[in-house]
C-alpha cells in the first residue's frame, strides 16, 4: 500500500466514524433540540467530508455535501427549523453520502443521478422555495452586519502536497463564499532545473468580500491550519441599522493571527491495522500456552533445588497474565458503535408502521471483544425491529389500553459474573400466548397434544419458520428471523430469554462471552481423553448415588435435583470414548445450564480449572457438533472444547429416535 491508498484508508474510516457520529446528532435534534453546538458539531461533519473529498478528488461527493452543508448553515443561522421533514431529509442525505463512499471505496463511479430526488429536496431548502422556517424577528435596535471585507494571507508550508491538499482546491472553496481577488506570491519558486514538483512553494494573497463570516473562512482551511501559515485580517467592517438609518462603524483593522504560543494538543490514540491486533493476540496466546507448559513441567522439580528457577517462573506466570489482560483490553470496544445505529432504526420502523416509539439507551460504554460486537449487530438489529413490530402497539390501540400513546423500547447493557448482558425491553403488549402456540401447532412446530409451560410456549417464537403475522410486509412475516437470531447468539457461546408479561411488555436478556479468545474452563476426563467445560455453563459438580439416576422412557436417565428433573448425558457415549468409567457410582456429574435448560454431563474425573487459549478447528477439520473449538493444555495436548447448547441439541435427537424405535 502506497502513501496515497494509506491516506485514503484513514479517510473512509474517519467518514465511516463522522457519519455515524452526524446520525447520532441528527436523530437528538429530532427530538426538539436546536442547541447550537450540536448543530455547529453536525455542520463539522459534513464540512470534514466535503473537504477530503475534494481533496482526493471525489467530486460527486463534494458536490453533494456541498449542498447538505449549505443546508445545515441554515439551520446553524436559525433560518430552517429542525422539522421532521428536514431531519428526514438530511438523514436520508447522509445515507446517499454512505453508500457513495462506499462505491468509492472500491472504486466504483456512482450513477450520475444517484441521489438526485434528496439533492432535489435539499436545495429546495437552500433555495428557500418551501419548508423555510420565518427568520426570526429582530428589535429595531439591533445593529446586524452587512457585507465585510477580510485580506487573508495564506502561506502553505512545503510538505502541503505530501498531506494529501491541494491549495487551488481550498482557493475555490473560498470563492464559493464571496467575492475573491487572489493574487500569487512565487519569489519561492526555484528555477527549472532545481524544481522539485513534491514540494510546495508558492503563497497566496486573497481579498474575500460578501456576506462571509471569518468563522466560514477558517473552515475552509480546517485540513490545513497546522501545516501552514494563515493570516486573515478582517476590514472595515459595514454595518446597517435595522431602523431606516443607515449607519457606518468607524474605520478598523483588526488582524487575526495565529495565536502565539498555541500548543499542538497531543493526540491520545492511534490507529491500528486490526491485523496486527489478532497477530498480537495471537502471539499472546502462544505466550501462555508455553508458560503453561513450564508450569507442568516445573511440577516435578525439587523446591530446594529450584528455588530461583521456580520463583522465575512464578514472575513469568504473573506477567504473562498481566500481559494477557492489556492485550485483550486492546481489542475491547464499547457496544456504542451497534447501540448508536438503533435510534435510526427505530425512528424509521416506528414511521412505517404508523407508531410512536421512543428508545432509551443506557450501558453504551459496557466493553465486549471487538469480534463478539462484529457478528452481533445483526441480531439486535433484528430484536428491535420485532420489538416495534410485534411489541409495541399502534396509539390508538395503547389509548384504548390506558397506556401512554408514546411506546418505550429500552436498550440497556452491563457485565454480570464475566459476561456482557444485553436486555431490550418494551412496554407492549408482550407474547401472546395462546396465539403463538395455536400458530405452532398450526404450522406443525409441535404436536397437536404438546402440554407446554408458559416459558416453554414464549420460546416457541425462536422456532425455524414461526411467524404470528397475518401478512407478510416489509418488516416481518416470512418466519425469517428469531431463530437465526438464537443461533447466531449462540454460535458466539451466548444464550438469549424472554421474561414476559402479557398486556404489559416483554424482556429479551442476551448473555454473552466477554472474549471469544480466551475463557475460564473446567477440565474434565473421560476415559483417555480430556474436555474444557466453560465455567461460565457452570452450575454445580456432584458425586451421585445410584438410586438417585432414574430411567424415563423417551428421555432417558434424569436425575432429581432438588425437585426438579435433569436429563443426563454421558460423554463417552456421545464422543465414542473406550475405557470410560461406566459404572455411575464412580462418576462426577456436572450440572449445566444453556439458555433455559438444565442438563447433567457424566464424566470420569475433574481435573482442575485453567484459563484457556481458544483455537478455532474451521481452519483445520469439518465442524464437530458438541465442539466449539480447542486448546492446547500444560502438557502439550490438545484438549476439545464443549459447546454445551449442541450437546443438548445431541441429546434431544438421540431421545426422539429412541421414541421413534420404542413406538415402532
Sequence with gaps: MNDMDELKSVFFTECSELLVDMEERLLKLDEGTTDTDQLNAIFRCAHSIKGGAGAFGFNAIMQFTHVLEATLDLMRDGKLLPTKESIDILLKAADIVVQMLDAAKEGRESPTDFGADVLANLQRFTQG?????????????????????????????????????????????????????????????????????????????????GNVSEASIREVFEFVCDISNIQITENTPVVVAATPQTVSAPSAKKPVAEEEGHKTAVPTSIRVDLEKVDRLVNMVGELVITEA?????????????????????????????????????????????IFSRMPRIV?????????????????????????????????????????????????????????????????????????????????????????????????????????LTEEEMDHLVFLPGFSTADQVTAVSGRGVGMDVVKRNIESLGGTVRITNTPGKGSIFT?????????????????????????????????????????????????????????????????????????????????????GNQKMGLVVDELIGQQQVVIKSLEANA?????????????????????EINELQQLHQLKNASLSLVNAA
Design 293 to 337: 507448559m513450564l508450569r507442568a513441567q516445573a511440577k516435578h522439580l525439587s523446591e530446594d533445588k529450584f528455588s530461583d528457577l521456580l520463583r522465575g517462573i512464578d514472575e513469568l506466570s504473573h506477567h504473562t497474565r498481566e500481559l494477557q489482560e492489556a492485550v485483550m483490553a486492546v481489542r475491547m470496544q464499547p457496544v456504542k458503535s
Design 510 to 594: 442476551i448473555s454473552l462471552p466477554l472474549t471469544l479468545a480466551i475463557l475460564d474452563g473446567m477440565i474434565v476426563r473421560v476415559g483417555a481423553e480430556n474436555y474444557i467445560i466453560p465455567i461460565t455453563s457452570i452450575i454445580e459438580t456432584m458425586r451421585p448415588k445410584v438410586q438417585e439416576i432414574k430411567n424415563v422412557e423417551g428421555h432417558g436417565d434424569v436425575i432429581n435435583i432438588r425437585g426438579e428433573f435433569v436429563p443426563l448425558t454421558y460423554l463417552h457415549k456421545v464422543f465414542s470414548i473406550p475405557d470410560a468409567q461406566n459404572d455411575t457410582s464412580h462418576c462426577l456429574i456436572v450440572l449445566v445450564e444453556s
Design 129 to 209: 422555495t418551501n419548508s423555510l422556517a420565518p427568520v426570526l424577528a429582530v428589535a429595531s435596535v439591533c445593529a446586524v452586519p452587512s457585507e465585510r471585507n477580510y485580506t487573508i494571507l495564506f502561506a502553505p508550508h512545503e510538505e502541503l502536497f505530501a498531506s494529501g491538499n491541494d491549495p487551488l482546491l481550498i482557493l475555490r472553496e473560498l470563492s464559493q463564499l464571496g467575492k475573491t481577488e487572489i493574487s500569487a506570491d512565487i519569489s519561492r519558486v526555484p528555477t527549472l532545473e532545481a524544481l522539485d514538483v513534491t514540494l510546495c512553494k508558492i503563497d497566496w494573497s486573497i481579498v474575500i468580500s
Design 622 to 642: 469439518d465442524p464437530v457438533k458438541g465442539i466449539s473449538g480447542a486448546t492446547i493444555l500444560g502438557d502439550g495436548k490438545v484438549s476439545l472444547i464443549l
Design 347 to 451: 425512528r424509521d420502523t416506528a414511521t412505517q408502521l404508523g407508531k410512536d416509539i421512543q428508545l432509551l439507551l443506557s450501558g453504551e460504554n459496557t466493553e465486549v471483544d471487538k469480534t463478539v460486537i462484529e457478528q452481533l449487530s445483526d441480531p439486535l438489529t433484528h430484536m428491535i425491529r420485532n420489538s416495534c413490530d410485534h411489541g409495541i402497539e399502534t396509539p390508538d390501540q395503547r389509548a384504548w389500553y390506558d397506556k401512554p400513546l408514546q411506546g418505550t423500547i429500552h436498550l440497556s447493557a452491563y457485565h454480570r459474573s464475566g459476561r456482557i448482558i444485553i436486555e431490550i425491553k418494551d412496554d407492549g403488549a408482550g407474547i401472546n400466548r395462546d396465539k403463538v402456540l395455536a400458530k405452532a401447532r398450526e404450522k406443525g412446530l409441535i404436536a397437536a397434544d404438546a402440554v
